[in-house]
Every structure is written in structure tokens, then in C-alpha cells.
């Protein structure tokens, strides 16, 4: 009988984690009501929309969240979990080897194809936050002009406040976000259902023939709308990505009793109101209470909502660093693990400088959440193609689907991600560039790391000696053996590490005891702690295998104080010394990456955390030996 391996998602109640999930989940595409039919009906640039335009637009949002959300990520996607836990890096690791890597050891198309969907997704982690702050204070205006010139500051001090917290971490915090955000999804649905019971004929446009009717209307013109019409899908990543935290379950089951009908009720609603007040539909959402403390309530607990859904953003931007990190497409950054009950909880100090500063600026430029929608969707809608992509291919080589079982389901899926896509391209000069500008920046960034990565293996395995001719060279006269233990850190299963090769070569010298250890980062979230394997290869020198998940912390002192203690080595842990590398790159013309490719990796390297940092060794025990190399 086939042993399931363990999963890593969250094991409790359904309804207090699908509670959980509202607040972290839900937060993004639960906010997409305060801008989303705005943009819908005003795409074409008219001052008045026609009822029949406000009944197409409202079908085909709800078919959008019905299709993409409900269908796609719910019913299929979600399916595709490593161990529990989801993400496009996690999709990556079960699809096999040969596609993650090519036949010359680069980097594979498959990884390609993520590495640039991630990419896109830290340019949505960047306008997510911007976009949703500024429409929930936009809403003051609609309760008294005399607010506008105060939207700008208090946006910027709203995202000042929200970045200057995540240091404390979304735990302690975390116990209110499921109740606000209750309390948001039941506002909306009653507002929505009021407006609704005033003109029910709205409930016409849940036949998709309006959908079909808006196009035949508009013809291209009208496909254009499709770039507005996607905003209110934005967040549907969230599901799949935040899949370990709360689990499969609560996540459909909050989605579908609780977020799906109050999204279509508020924008049916939204419309209901349109249809019987045309001016309303200058601000929509904010239209649905009376001017005046109505409004000042409705901007306060949207503001909460929308902070609520910019630190799910966030902090997915923080996971999807770590793992890329962990991946070796990311060189190392400070990881600080917020709660000690949940691992996924972790702070990167780095990542949230640059999303704080991108977010203002983004805020200071636009000035106006419907020019910053402009911005919004690219990202969203290449990542959902991608991952479309990837999932097919999942299906295909690891769980050996048939193709006419698979194939209907990937043309399902591009055929609404295709024309998500191509009309948002039509944004690109308005705005649209700006996340494409900041993915672009990132490829190349990671695809520069993971290949200069690759050849620094390779080049320190066409010069370092074999472990046979360093043994003989140990038998001999030349080199001293000292008392004490030494760990060399290897990023190589089976070869030397360069800084073992440089202290023999310049000391003539080596302990008794050596440990060449290598943390082998597998394609799972998180390792046991057991799984470690010893190789003694002779003259006192042991080969040390630690295996860890890409979500784990490998806090080494630890591991080895386990690992001493399970083979019974003869080391006192606590007089181990550390030997870590540390290279200069030169980044010639001589080299094989080329002077631009190696002097930003270089530069990468120089800046990237030490590996006695990374593996929480302590300080006095580390040395470090240094080489120049040329890549």
C-alpha cells in the first residue's frame, strides 16, 4: 500500500481557519468592488453608460469569478499542491527534472516560464497595495470635495504605517483580520442586496447572452473592456499561493459560502444603482450609502479592508522571496520568521523597503487610483497564462493525464487568460509598462543568479582535485594534521569546496576531523530534521548530506549537534570550526558570462547575506577563506 507523504497544510476546524482565510486570502479580490465596475463602464470614455452596456459588463464579471476563480483555481488548480502547500514556485517543483532544467544544465523553459509569472508577481505585490489604499481614500471626496487635497497624504502615511509593521509580523494581528474582513464581505452584501431589491431587473445580466450582446455591440472596441473586467479576478493567485497556510478546504468552502456571493451581489447591486441613478456612476461603490457620516463609516472599514488586503500581497512577496531564495534563483536575503507556530509567517526587511518606496511612488505618480488601474493587470493576467501552463504540464508528465483529458482544460483555461491578457497589453503605454518594467528587471536578475550559479559549480569543479588525489596528498609529509574539527560549507553534493582546496594549498595544514557539508534544498516545503546521511571517505574526512525543504530555516548549529550525536562522530561541537567561501568575481572579458551578465552578479554577490548569517553560525566560530575567480 502506497504511503501518502506528509502535508504541511494547516490541520484543525474547517470554519475557524476558513474564518482565517478571509482576512488573508480573500483581502485583494474582496477590495475589487471599490474600483472595478468604475473602470468597466467608463472604458470607452462616455459620460453616460447605457443600461444594456451596465447588463454586459456585470455578465461578464460574473462569469470572469465564476470561470477563472471558482472553476480554475477552486476545482483544479488547487489540486496541484507539494505537500500542502501552493504557489508557482511549488507548481515548478512537481513537474519533472528535464523541465525544470535543459540538457546543458541552464535553466529549463518550464523555469523560465515561472521564474517570469513570479516575476510578475512582485509587480502586482507593488500596485496592490498603492491601488487599493488610494481608492478606499478616494471615497472621502465623494463625502465632501473639500477632502481632495488630503487623499494624497493620507494614502502615503496609510502605506507608511502599513510597511513600518510588518517587522511585527501578521500573528498578532492576525486574530482581527478574519472578523474585519466578515464584517467588510457582510457590508457589501447587504448593500449590495439592498440596491438589488430596489431594481431586481439587474439579476438579468447573470445570463451570459448580455456578455456575448456587449461584444456584438462594441465589437474590438468593446474587447478593450476585458482590461477592466480583469481587475475584479485580481487576487485569484492568492487562493492557490496561500493554499499551505489555511489548506484546500477552508479556502473553497470561504470562498463559496462566503466571498463569491458577496462580491456579485455588490456588483450587481453597484449596477442595480447605476441603472436607477446615472450619476452614481461617478463613484459606484461609495454611491451605495447617503453623503455625509455614511460615507466617512464606509471609507473607515474600507480603508481596514484594504490594508487587510495589501498585507496579503505583501506577504506573499516575502514567501515568494524566500522561496526563490531557496531555490537558487534569488541570492540570500535576512529572512526574520515572525511566529514560532507558523512557519510561513516571515519578514524580509529588504523586500519591504523596496515595496514601500515602489508603492509611494507609484501613488505620487498616478495620483489617481483609474490611472493607476492602467498599471494593474498585466502582471495579474500573464501569471494566470503561465500558470495555466505549468498546471497542464503537470498534469501531462506527473500525473500522466491523457491528452484529451488535459488539453480541453488548458484551452478552457487561455481561453479566458489569453484575452484577459492581450487586452490589458492595450494599457501598456498608460501604464501598463510599469509592471512589466519591474518583472523584466527581476528575469533578468534571477536568471543571472541561477546561471552564474551554474558555471561557478562548474568552474570549481574543472579545478578543484579529486578526492582520491587530495587523499594521497594528505598521506603525505606535506600537510600537518592539527588537533580540533573543521565544517567546510559546500553547495555540491560529491565535489570539494573551493575553500578546502585554498586552505590546504596555502596552510599545508588540515584538522583531524573534517566535515564537508552541503544543504541540499529539495523541491518540498519542509524536511524532517532527520534527514541526514553521512559518507566517511577516509584520512578523517566525512561527507555531511543535510536535507531541508525551501521553506525551512537550516539553522545549522542545531543539525549539527544532531548530527554528531546520531553517527557518533568524535568532534566536540562545540570547538567546531566553520570555514565558509568568500570570492571575488572579476568579471573580465576572459570569463564565459560576459562582463555586463558578471558584473551584476557580482554585484549580487557582494550584497547577498554571508553564508554564516544565512546558517546562523556563531560569529566566533566561523573563518573565512577568500578567492578571485572568473566566471
Known amino acids: 500500500m502506497k504511503t501518502e507523504p506528509p502535508t504541511h497544510a494547516p490541520h484543525g476546524r474547517v470554519v475557524p481557519l476558513a474564518l482565517g482565510a478571509l482576512g488573508i486570502v480573500f483581502g485583494d479580490i474582496g477590495t475589487s468592488p471599490l474600483y472595478t465596475l468604475h473602470e468597466c463602464v467608463h472604458f470607452a470614455g462616455e459620460a453616460t453608460v447605457r443600461p444594456v452596456d451596465v447588463l454586459g459588463v456585470l455578465s461578464l464579471i460574473f462569469w470572469s469569478l465564476t470561470m477563472v476563480v471558482t472553476v480554475k483555481y477552486l476545482t483544479f488548480i488547487m489540486r496541484a499542491d507539494n505537500r500542502g502547500e501552493g504557489g508557482i514556485f511549488a507548481l515548478l517543483a512537481l513537474i519533472p527534472t528535464r523541465l525544470r532544467t535543459a540538457r546543458s544544465g541552464a535553466i529549463g523553459w518550464a523555469a523560465v516560464l515561472v521564474v517570469v509569472g513570479a516575476s510578475l508577481l512582485y509587480g502586482d505585490g507593488m500596485i496592490t497595495p498603492a491601488i487599493s489604499v488610494l481608492s478606499a481614500m478616494e471615497g472621502l471626496e465623494v463625502a465632501t470635495p473639500?477632502?481632495?487635497?488630503?487623499?494624497?497624504?493620507?494614502?502615503?502615511?496609510?502605506?507608511?504605517?502599513l510597511f513600518a509593521i510588518q517587522s511585527r509580523g501578521t500573528g498578532q494581528?492576525?486574530?482581527?483580520?478574519?472578523?474585519?474582513?466578515?464584517?467588510?464581505?457582510?457590508?457589501?452584501?447587504g448593500l449590495g442586496a439592498f440596491h438589488i431589491a430596489h431594481h431586481p431587473a439587474v439579476l438579468a445580466a447573470l445570463n451570459p447572452?448580455?456578455?456575448?450582446?456587449?461584444?456584438?455591440?462594441?465589437?474590438?472596441?468593446?474587447?478593450?473592456?476585458?482590461?477592466?473586467?480583469?481587475?475584479?479576478?485580481?487576487?485569484?493567485?492568492?487562493?492557490?499561493?496561500?493554499m499551505g497556510h489555511f489548506g484546500a478546504r477552508p479556502i473553497r468552502l470561504a470562498w463559496l459560502a462566503v466571498v463569491w456571493p458577496a462580491l456579485v451581489t455588490n456588483y450587481f447591486g453597484q449596477g442595480a444603482l447605476m441603472l436607477e441613478d446615472?450619476?452614481?456612476?461617478?463613484?459606484?461603490?461609495?454611491?451605495?450609502?447617503?453623503?455625509?457620516?455614511?460615507?466617512?463609516?464606509?471609507?473607515?472599514l474600507a480603508a481596514a479592508a484594504t490594508v487587510i488586503a495589501s498585507q496579503a500581497l505583501i506577504s506573499g512577496a516575502f514567501s515568494l522571496t524566500h522561496q526563490a531564495v531557496q531555490l537558487g534563483y534569488l541570492p540570500r536575503v535576512k529572512v526574520t520568521h515572525t511566529s514560532r507556530s507558523a512557519e510561513?509567517?516571515?519578514?524580509?526587511?529588504?523586500?519591504?523597503?523596496?515595496?514601500?518606496?515602489?508603492?509611494?511612488?507609484?501613488?505620487?505618480?498616478?495620483?489617481?487610483s483609474a490611472r493607476l488601474a492602467s498599471a494593474y493587470g498585466i502582471a495579474v493576467t500573464g501569471t494566470m497564462a503561465i500558470t495555466?501552463?505549468?498546471?497542464?504540464?503537470?498534469?501531462?508528465?506527473?500525473?500522466?493525464?491523457?491528452?484529451?483529458?488535459?488539453?480541453?482544460?488548458?484551452?478552457?483555461?487561455?481561453?479566458?487568460?489569453?484575452?484577459?491578457?492581450?487586452?490589458?497589453?492595450?494599457?501598456?503605454?498608460?501604464?501598463?509598462?510599469?509592471?512589466?518594467?519591474?518583472?523584466?528587471?527581476?528575469?533578468?536578475?534571477?536568471?543571472?543568479?541561477n546561471r552564474g550559479r551554474r558555471i561557478y559549480v562548474e568552474r570549481v569543479e574543472s579545478i578543484a582535485p579529486t578526492m582520491d588525489v587530495l587523499l594521497e596528498k594528505l598521506s603525505s609529509k606535506n600537510v600537518a594534521r592539527t588537533p580540533g574539527a573543521c565544517v567546510f560549507l559546500t553547495g555540491r553534493v560529491g565535489g570539494l569546496p573551493l575553500s578546502l582546496v585554498n586552505y590546504v594549498a596555502r596552510l599545508h595544514a588540515l584538522p583531524l576531523n573534517v566535515i564537508l557539508l552541503t544543504i541540499d534544498i529539495g523541491h518540498v516545503p519542509y524536511a524532517d530534521d532527520d534527514a541526514m546521511r553521512l559518507e566517511a571517505l577516509g584520512g578523517g574526512i566525512c561527507r555531511l548530506t543535510i536535507d531541508r525543504g525551501f521553506l525551512d530555516v537550516p539553522n545549522l548549529g542545531p543539525l549539527i549537534d544532531r548530527a554528531v550525536a546520531r553517527f557518533e562522530l568524535p568532534i566536540d561541537c562545540a570547538e567546531v570550526t566553520y570555514c565558509v567561501g568568500r570570492e571575488t568575481f572579476l568579471a573580465t572579458s576572459a570569463g564565459s558570462m560576459g562582463v555586463l551578465s558578471e558584473s551584476l552578479f557580482a554585484f549580487l554577490a557582494r550584497n547577498a547575506r554571508s553564508a554564516a548569517t544565512v546558517f546562523c553560525l556563531n560569529p566566533a566560530q566561523v573563518i573565512e577563506i577568500g578567492s578571485q575567480i572568473d566566471l
Open 344 to 368: 510561513g509567517q516571515i519578514f524580509i526587511p529588504e523586500v519591504n523597503f523596496v515595496l514601500a518606496v515602489a508603492c509611494i511612488a507609484l501613488v505620487l505618480t498616478f495620483q489617481h
Open 146 to 161: 473639500a477632502f481632495k487635497p488630503f487623499v494624497l497624504p493620507l494614502t502615503c502615511a496609510v502605506l507608511v504605517g
Open 173 to 189: 494581528v492576525g486574530a482581527v483580520f478574519g472578523p474585519v474582513m466578515a464584517l467588510w464581505f457582510a457590508t457589501i452584501a
Open 209 to 242: 447572452t448580455y456578455a456575448v450582446r456587449f461584444f456584438e455591440a462594441h465589437g474590438f472596441h468593446g474587447s478593450l473592456v476585458l482590461g477592466a473586467v480583469v481587475l475584479a479576478v485580481t487576487g485569484g493567485e492568492a487562493l492557490y499561493a496561500d
Open 388 to 449: 495555466s501552463i505549468i498546471f497542464f504540464e503537470v498534469t501531462r508528465t506527473t500525473w500522466r493525464w491523457p491528452m484529451w483529458k488535459a488539453l480541453p482544460l488548458l484551452v478552457l483555461f487561455l481561453s479566458f487568460d489569453l484575452p484577459f491578457f492581450v487586452a490589458n497589453l492595450f494599457k501598456f503605454v498608460d501604464g501598463g509598462y510599469v509592471p512589466v518594467v519591474v518583472a523584466a528587471g527581476l528575469c533578468v536578475v534571477m536568471i543571472t543568479w
Open 278 to 300: 446615472p450619476a452614481a456612476q461617478r463613484s459606484p461603490f461609495f454611491a451605495m450609502v447617503p453623503a455625509g457620516p455614511w460615507t466617512y463609516a464606509l471609507v473607515a
